[in-house]
């Protein structure tokens, strides 16, 4: 089964996108900022497709949907919060979304579950592919300046 999470806004702190099964529609995401560098529990994981399996967190004392072999990342987990400040690297679902956070995330949590649930009992594995709508951030290229009517600076 295919996922995917879409990130639409970016800024210096957080990523906000959208998550998909399939085609559909799920709920919303907010993770922290993606950066050219890593800068530990502050630093959304690197674009890319993961296996996404259920595993028993210690944090969390019970089992959540963890993403296996995200480079330079352990641990990281689709689990319930609402802003960045809830997340070290992990993804923060929710059915709503605010500007700088998601709403009803244990919800989406459990959605998720409820849709991993289906997958694995079909014996299928679950991939969730992690993209943007633009270049990361840090690959933009620079502002050029405004020129004015006249044709001066």
């Not at 296996?68 to 319930?80: E, L, N, S, Y």
């Not at 989406?108 to 993209?131: G, M, N, P, R, S």
Request: net charge negative.
């Amino acid at each position: 089964m295919e996922w995917k999470l879409i990130r639409k806004d970016c800024d210096d702190r957080n990523s906000l996108g959208e998550i998909y099964v399939g085609d559909r529609l799920i709920g919303y995401s907010i993770e922290d900022a993606e950066r050219e560098k890593k800068i530990p529990r502050v630093t959304a994981i690197p674009r890319g497709r993961y296996l996404v399996i259920r595993t028993p967190s210690q944090r969390f004392q019970r089992e959540t949907l963890q993403l296996m072999d995200v480079p330079g990342f352990a641990g990281i987990r689709i689990h319930a919060g609402n802003t960045e400040e809830d997340t070290e690297g992990c993804i923060i679902p929710g059915l709503r979304r605010g500007t700088d956070a998601v709403y009803d995330s244990r919800r989406c949590v459990a959605e998720l579950d409820k849709w991993y649930d289906a997958a694995t009992e079909k014996k299928e594995d679950v991939w969730i592919t992690v993209e943007g709508l633009d270049p990361e951030p840090w690959k933009l290229p620079p502002e050029i300046p405004a020129v004015d009517d006249e044709g001066g600076a």
